[in-house]
């Protein structure tokens, strides 16, 4: 049996709200990930089993390894689509904010929501939540939006409205917001909610290779390239870093969703328990953040790049040059290094 996390009153508010509803807009973050993507469309699907008018609406495009989920189609990209998105925002009766949990989080969007007099739900597993929505559901403590996601709709009494279809997008948004389970992960509670999806007839396996092993050849090249030529390791720290200029991606074709995972790599080398990766975009440079064990990539990344996330995944923007956003990172290490050399050392115990 599971845990009841999300409180009985935040439950029978969402079943009235969504009793009363008949047009629903479905919003997450910009660069959606796994988990945006998973908690999304899953929704969506039990959403339409209860006979709902549903859009999903994104602020830009997504990975290509995660365009194979049913739903998938639907889905309105605000850059590409901005009347259309615009239209359903305003005609929506009830918006829900999923993994994600201040409005800059989806861009242009973001003005869109804030004037809309529909009713608002935010479910996320991210710190420290604007109060901008009606009813929030916010669990920093649980591994995914997604398993929020497969929590809520069951706690709502709703477990056979999610068709294989909605147990595949919450399976994906579950495994890849956890590294295939490899970090915050140790919960039992993950585990059984694994099982009932299995229930519903997902093959998990067929999911795994769908995400992680259907990259293209310039994916593996670049994947190479920055292994051999810009990973640095600074031993004295137990840290790792990879940084990736726009040149170097354009050179290699990069598209959308190529660097997914470089930065969990280095986690894999003997004494690293702190990876960074640092890769220059049009206007900005974007930081990502993985670590074993009890290091604070969230508190490194908050102090150092306005960042935040969760403690063994983390992430933060910068506005200006690649090389003075590596600076900045290397400037910072000194000041964790007791906390990054006891925690390889508890490593190793």
Request: with cysteine; hydrophobic share 40%.
């Amino acid at each position: 049996m599971l845990n009841k996390i999300i409180p009985e009153q935040s439950i029978q508010k969402a079943k009235k709200i969504i009793e009363r509803s008949d047009k629903i807009a479905i919003l997450t973050h910009v660069s959606p990930d796994g988990d945006a993507m998973g908690s999304s469309l899953g929704l969506y699907h039990f959403l339409l089993q209860m006979g709902k008018s549903v859009n999903v609406l994104v602020p830009n495009n997504f990975p290509g390894f995660l365009k194979w989920m049913k739903g998938v189609k639907d889905v309105v990209v605000y850059e590409w689509k901005k009347p259309l998105a615009r239209e359903v925002i305003e005609a929506a009766d009830l918006i829900f904010c999923l993994d994600f949990n201040i409005l800059k989080r989806i861009e242009q969007m973001g003005p869109l929501v804030e004037r809309s007099t529909a009713k608002k739900i935010m479910i996320d597993h991210h710190l420290a939540p604007d109060p901008f929505c009606d009813l929030t559901i916010s669990h920093p403590e649980i591994s995914s939006t997604s398993e929020l996601m497969f929590r809520f709709i069951c706690r709502m009494g709703f477990f056979e409205y999610i068709d294989k279809n909605c147990a595949e997008c919450i399976y994906v948004g579950m495994m890849t917001d956890t590294g295939a389970f490899t970090y915050n992960s140790n919960s039992p509670h993950i585990y059984y909610i694994i099982s009932e999806l299995l229930q519903k007839g997902i093959d998990k396996d067929a999911i795994y290779n769908k995400v992680y092993s259907n990259f293209s050849e310039s994916r593996i090249r670049l994947e190479g390239y920055v292994l051999y030529k810009k990973m640095k390791i600074f031993k004295e720290y137990n840290t790792s870093l990879i940084f990736l200029s726009l040149e170097e991606q354009k050179e290699f074709q990069w598209k959308k969703g190529d660097t997914e995972g470089f930065v969990n790599i280095p986690l894999s080398i003997e004494g690293i328990v702190f990876s960074a990766f640092i890769r220059e975009e049009e206007e900005l440079v974007k930081i990502s953040f993985r670590s074993k064990g009890n290091f604070p990539t969230n508190l490194f990344a908050a102090a150092t790049f306005h960042g935040g996330g969760h403690l063994n995944a983390s992430g933060g923007e910068y506005y200006g040059r690649l090389e003075d956003a590596v600076a900045l990172f290397e400037q910072a290490l000194p000041l964790y290094a007791d906390q990054l050399r006891e925690n390889a050392k508890s490593r190793v115990e």
